[in-house]
């Protein structure tokens, strides 16, 4: 299907899309009736693809829960954000698949804030009307920086200094994980003190102009509209 992974690149040109949905729609046609039908399908050639493919890419399988974890549900979650085109309609919050999105009041206005819940769908940013919400390439910028920071090493290089007796940590998991003692507060707080600053205007204005988002072409399955991803439930 087309690639809603907006926050990477543009959108598809509505004719590339269609051409997309036309052949996925073939495929889907291919087993979908079958089974509608009461029809066991055991076997179709994307089983084929599917099974070459997962053979492939077999090694790197303990590695993709790892960086979703790090970089879906925690980086990637906080760096967006929305622009001053935002009315505070709350569509986004309210259509969020994971319930992610908080509307918060800062001087009267309401705006989107992003919990870690969010799984980066992009859903918000394909269907905000207002093309208001984007995901800050210089955000993350300044963010990776942040987060980045050797502090565990500072301290423990003080210590040493101070402390000749003070054991020095060597293994490379501890250090990751007192890195990752710095890494969680420093990435809520620096995220809590951005929301803060996108309410200022001059701020706002450089983040948005300066993240590539503001000028991609935003995507979502023409066929499909809001109110059909809407839990019936």
Known sequence: MPSNFINFHSGLGPGTVEKISARAQEKL??????????????????????????????WLVPVFP????????LFMAKIMFSNKDCVSCGRCAKFCSNHAIEMKSLFGKKRPFWTYHCENCLRCMGFCKKK????????????????SVPVMAWILA?????FDYFPKVSNHWMMTLLDMIYFLPALMLSYL?????????????????????????????????????INKK
Request: no cysteine.
């Open 66 to 73: 790892i960086l979703y974890l790090v970089f879906g549900r």
């Open 29 to 58: 046609n291919q087993f979908l009736w079958p089974l509608i039908s009461g029809k066991k399908l055991i076997f179709t050639w994307n089983n084929v693809y599917e099974a070459i493919w997962s053979a492939l890419i077999f």
């Open 132 to 147: 208001a919400i984007e995901a800050g390439h210089s955000w993350a910028i300044v963010l990776f920086f942040i987060t």
């Open 193 to 229: 003190i951005f929301w803060y600053l996108i309410h200022i205007p001059a701020i706002n204005f450089f983040f948005s102009t300066t993240t590539l988002t503001h000028y991609y072409r935003r995507f979502h399955e023409p066929a499909t509209r809001l109110k059909d991803l």
């Open 158 to 162: 003080l210590l040493n200094r101070t």
